[in-house]
C-alpha cells in the first residue's frame, strides 16, 4: 500500500493530457561544481497530477515508493523540474499504476548502484509518456557499474 499525500488534481492541457514532470534533487553539495561537468549524485521523483512518487530504501519487502508534496522530498535540495511527457491517465489511474510497479519496487530492494530512485523514475516514466530521463541524472550509477 502507498503512503497517501496529497489528494489534489491538476488541470488537464493539451488534448485531455496531463504533464509528467522529473524533479531533480541534489544529494551533494559537490554537485554545485560538478553539474556543470556533467556529474553528480541526484534524487529524482515523477511528478503527475500535482503528486510526487518516488522510490527509497527500508528493511521491509514491501513498497519502497512513497509519495509526496512536489518539490519537497526530505532530506535533498530540489534542483530543478524537467518536463518529460504527457499522460492521460488519471489521477486514480495513476495511482493504481504506482500500486503495480510497487510489486517490483520494494524497500529492500534499493541499490544504490544497479536500483535507485533514478531507475524507478526511467521505468515510471518510459511506461507513462514513452521517454526516459535525461541520461545525465544517473550518470554516477553508471560510472559504478
Given amino acids: 500500500m502507498l503512503c497517501r499525500g496529497r ?9 485531455g493530457s496531463v504533464p509528467v514532470y522529473l524533479n531533480v534533487y541534489d544529494l551533494s553539495s559537490m554537485n554545485g561544481c560538478a553539474y556543470w561537468l556533467g ?3 541526484y534524487h529524482s521523483g515523477v ?5 510526487e512518487f518516488a522510490f527509497g530504501f527500508h528493511e521491509q519487502s514491501t513498497t519502497g515508493i512513497f509519495e509526496g508534496e ?4 526530505e532530506g535533498f535540495t530540489f534542483r530543478e523540474q524537467i518536463l518529460i511527457g504527457w499522460t492521460d491517465m488519471s489521477l486514480k489511474e495513476i495511482r493504481t499504476f504506482m500500486e503495480e510497479l510497487a510489486r517490483d519496487y520494494k524497500g529492500n530492494s534499493y541499490n544504490l548502484i544497479t536500483r535507485n530512485c533514478n531507475h524507478f523514475c526511467i ?14 541524472i544517473n550518470r554516477l550509477a553508471k560510472i559504478g557499474r
Fill in 7 to 15: 489528494t489534489s488534481t491538476s488541470t488537464c492541457r493539451i488534448s
Fill in 47 to 51: 511528478q503527475v497530477h500535482g503528486v
Fill in 123 to 136: 521505468d515510471a516514466c518510459i511506461r507513462l509518456t514513452g521517454n526516459p530521463i535525461p541520461s545525465w
Fill in 70 to 73: 512536489p518539490k519537497q522530498c
Fill in 39 to 41: 556529474l553528480g549524485v
